[in-house]
């Protein structure tokens, strides 16, 4: 008969393989990274520009990046797209408050003829009238049908509350900003932060050298003159506001703080702190709010990193007559952390669970790729992993109460209770 | 190619191996041959609810999601009109906690009243979140019924409303673990670095002793032949008009699936598609528009869906829109469009079958359809269709009494 009661034995994982990708230098500053080990034929390159939110105001950066295929003297975006879309290639762009990154997917026989296609709409982008009235257009009603929603409102108070003592930061699209922005406002930022703001290159994908090599030439046209600079003195307002939604069944709330980044030495011990609380399924918040009192469909906490620093977020949608009860709840949750020391075998948990995702994230070369990248915009190698293997293994569930009661402390978050 | 074995135990258990010597995870995949078409009308979103439930604790351990956590794993779930399917990922090394934790569960569950307590309010809350608290989100709980009359498609997996959730007994999740969960029921699915030897070893010792139990012989009313165009419009506080054009298409097995699959790539896939061309691009009476196929198992529906432009009409859009389906139907498509067509589903069909996951969740659900090796067999059945395959579809199912349009038509806004 076997044993059902009983687990069978687990075995730890004592170390994982990191694969770095190859490094070329296209300037002293500016690097593609290639991740050359894929097995089969598909390709990724990313194209990241210093043309991140915080560079111009009234959603510039935003309009530009989505609007960054648009059209060029020779060619209408429709073309571009079927260029692009007649090869098989699909494409992204997305911009974040400090980046911007332009990513194609396909197969790597077709990655020099779409790269070039690429290069040429960036290079020559010329923002036809017809297209950014449309692209406005499109957007506003995007904007109108997110404003219904809990979560996005949430979000967008929570950033004005998290970034308070900075407005670059802080600042949010708004309706009007699509009216206070004209074509040559879209060509000046293309201009600075799009044909001189090139910051990093990568390519994941079986692809010969002398390929990478035109990639990198091609690339050399763009890069910034100067290093991107951001701020790493943000500063969130303590402080709790609500906003009513009329209709809503349910609210959306946000509780966090400003805090740091890889670069801090409290970093990967608040990162188990921080999985013990809410990043994963049998997280404090998810056992308590999702399957003991059944308020939410979902409740996570996660450090999000910025440059030079970086966040802590909880986040949730809840039942509208059990906000109060739910925000109660996380309330309890930072102190019991405080004020208890974690049982060891939930901090065994933990830490078996953190290192087999660890595994996982440096598993196959997409993955492995955007761990390394991870590190890597922070100044570090894949060492800093091996370390942080070393740190889950050793650390103590007083360290966990000692960084709670520093950085968990109620009266230094900004919270926001949509609905 | 994707290379894997299979094996049945004498319960009836059918196992899928597929070695992959590359990762140091391991992927236990487990597929149930039950969903939401499972249900009675009486009683809907059981099977989704069901799927909570299962993580509520089993016979002889109280606690799914510990033991797997412990072991470096993580796991999920999903629940559609067709399937449920659970899966672990977890280092190598430790398999056999996930084998010992879903054979667990699939001999028996715990059923504690806590747990369907907890879950009933959970899935309600999933109701709200991602049904009712969304601009557009209650459009499929009013497509469906719109589009089928008798089939069980004509709900949709979270259920028709929340009180058959609230409803629900343990004496309803005991006769339904009892009826589907069971080896004969099941797709067991293996895959990493392993030989099959040692999977055959392991899946017998945790599976071997598992009763049989009931093959799901279920007895669905089909869907009759549509042949009338149905309309319904209904009023929302959305900020724009909304429109869904639902055709009903072949189901699953049949040649014809992956023919109006790229039949509504032609119209909607992406921005060099006819559809954004013509009705966003050149007449610009839509902010966005799509097409796509639902992907059933059973007879399903190619659904074009976008929202309207400010001052632009219902009216407008459906003229522009009959004519370009018209279009599709007189005219084959050239040999450029089939092959940019062709090359998306290429590059698609690459990355999908990237991670192991991945590949273990497809080997399963083609197992399920009759047979695994159809996985392989897809990128042809894609490659070899013709123009003139398109334009036979596209006659087939774009008609107009095959059609069901649902408008969401603005409310103004007083807020």
């Known amino acids: 008969m076997i044993n059902r009661k009983e687990q069978p034995v687990i075995k730890k994982i004592e170390s994982v393989d990191f694969l770095a990708p190859k490094k070329l230098k296209i300037t002293p500053k500016v690097s593609l990274f290639h991740t050359k080990n894929v097995k089969d034929e598909t390709t990724r390159f990313d194209l990241y520009f210093d043309a991140g939110k915080v560079k111009a105001e009234n959603g510039i950066a935003s309009f530009v990046n989505g609007l960054i295929l648009s059209g060029t003297k020779e060619k209408t975006s429709v073309q571009i797209n079927n260029d692009i879309n007649g090869l098989g290639g699909f494409y992204e762009s997305g911009v974040s408050i400090e980046n911007a990154v332009i990513s194609m997917h396909c197969l790597r026989e077709n990655i020099l003829p779409i790269f070039d296609t690429i290069i040429d709409a960036i290079k020559n982008a010329n923002f036809p009238e017809k297209e950014v009235t449309e692209y406005f257009s499109d957007s506003k009603q995007r904007m109108k049908i997110n404003s219904e929603k809990v979560s996005y409102l949430a979000q967008k108070k929570f950033q004005k509350l998290l970034f308070a003592n900075n407005d670059k930061y802080s600042s949010t699209l708004s309706l009007e900003d699509y009216d206070k922005v004209s074509v040559e406002d879209l060509k000046e930022f293309h201009k600075k932060n799009y044909l001189k703001g090139l910051t990093k290159v990568v390519v994941v994908g079986n692809v010969e050298q002398n390929k990478i090599t035109h990639l990198a030439e091609s690339c050399s046209q763009f890069i910034a003159d100067d290093g991107a600079t951001f701020s790493s003195e943000l500063k969130n307002h303590s402080t709790e506001e609500r906003i009513e939604k009329k209709g809503a069944i349910q609210s959306a709330i946000r509780v966090g703080r400003t805090l740091f980044n890889k670069n801090h030495p409290d970093y990967l011990d608040f990162l188990v702190l921080n999985t013990i609380l809410g990043d994963y399924f049998g997280s404090r918040l998810m056992s308590n709010i999702r399957e003991d009192k059944g308020y939410t469909y979902g409740i996570g906490s996660m450090i999000s990193e910025l440059q030079k620093t970086g966040y802590f977020i909880v986040a949730t949608e809840v039942g509208h007559e059990v906000k109060d009860a739910t925000l109660q709840e996380i309330k309890n949750e930072f102190k019991r952390l405080q004020d208890e020391i974690v049982a060891e075998e939930e901090l065994q948990l933990v830490k078996n669970y953190m290192l087999g995702q660890l595994l996982k994230s440096a598993d196959g070369p997409y993955a492995m790729m955007d761990l390394y990248l991870s590190a890597e915009i922070h100044g570090k190698n894949l060492n800093f992993y091996n370390k942080a293997i070393e740190s889950i293994q050793a650390i103590s569930s007083e360290r966990i109460k000692e960084l709670a009661v520093k950085y968990l402390d109620w009266k230094e978050m900004s919270v926001v209770v949509v609905g | ?415």
């Not at chain 2, 999903?78 to 659970?86: G, K, L, Q």
């Not at chain 2, 054979?103 to 309010?121: I, V, Y």
């Not at chain 2, 469906?144 to 028709?160: E, S």
């Open chain 2, 1 to 415: 190619m994707i290379k894997y074995e299979k094996f049945i135990l004498e319960n009836g258990l059918k196992v899928l191996f597929h070695q992959d010597t590359t990762t140091p995870m391991a992927v236990v995949n487990t597929l149930y041959n039950v969903g939401a078409r499972d249900e009675t009308e009486e009683q809907t979103g059981f099977a989704h609810l069901f799927e909570h439930l299962m993580f509520g604790g089993s016979v002889n351990i109280s606690d799914f999601d510990k033991p797997l956590q412990l072991a470096g794993g993580e796991n999920n779930a999903f629940t559609s009109n067709d399937i449920t399917n659970y899966y672990d990922v977890l280092p190598k090394q430790n398999i056999e906690t996930a084998l010992w934790l879903e054979s667990d569960r699939m001999l028996s569950l715990a059923f504690t009243d806590k747990s369907l307590e907890t879950q009933r309010s959970v899935v309600i809350e999933e109701f709200k979140q991602r049904y009712l608290n969304q601009p557009y989100g209650d459009v499929w709980l009013e497509l469906r019924p719109l589009a089928y009359k008798v089939h069980p498609y004509k709900w949709a997996t979270i259920g028709k409303e929340i009180k058959h959730i609230e409803d629900a007994s343990m004496d309803d999740v005991k006769a339904f673990f009892k009826k589907f969960y069971c080896p004969s029921n099941a797709i067991l699915t293996i895959a990493g670095n392993f030989e099959l030897e040692e999977v055959k070893k392991l899946v017998n010792k945790w599976y071997g002793d598992i009763p049989a139990g009931q093959k799901n012989d279920r007895n669905i009313p089909k869907e009759p032949e549509q042949k009338e165009y149905r309309e319904k419009t209904i009023e929302r506080e959305v900020p724009t008009n909304a429109f869904y054009y639902a055709f009903k298409m072949k189901n699953r097995l049949n040649p014809d699936f992956y023919i109006s699959d790229t039949l509504s790539d032609a119209l909607g896939r992406d921005k060099s598609s006819r559809l954004y061309i013509s009705l966003k691009k050149e007449q610009q009476l839509v902010s966005s528009i799509g097409a796509y196929i639902m992907g059933t198992i059973e007879d399903g529906l190619l659904v074009i869906s976008g929202k309207l432009n400010d001052n632009i009409s219902f009216k407008e859009l459906d003229v522009a829109l009959w004519k370009e389906l018209d279009e599709i139907k007189k005219k084959e498509l050239e040999e450029n469009e089939l092959k940019r067509i062709m090359n998306k589903i290429r590059t698609s069909k690459e990355f999908q079958e990237q991670g192991v996951l991945n590949r273990a969740m497809n080997l399963s659900m083609f197992e399920l359809l009759g047979d695994a090796n159809m996985i392989n067999e897809e990128s042809t059945s894609y490659q070899r269709i013709t123009p003139k395959d398109i334009q036979r579809v596209a006659k087939d199912i774009l008609q107009k009494e095959k059609c069901s349009l649902l408008k969401v038509k603005a409310l103004p806004n007083d807020k």
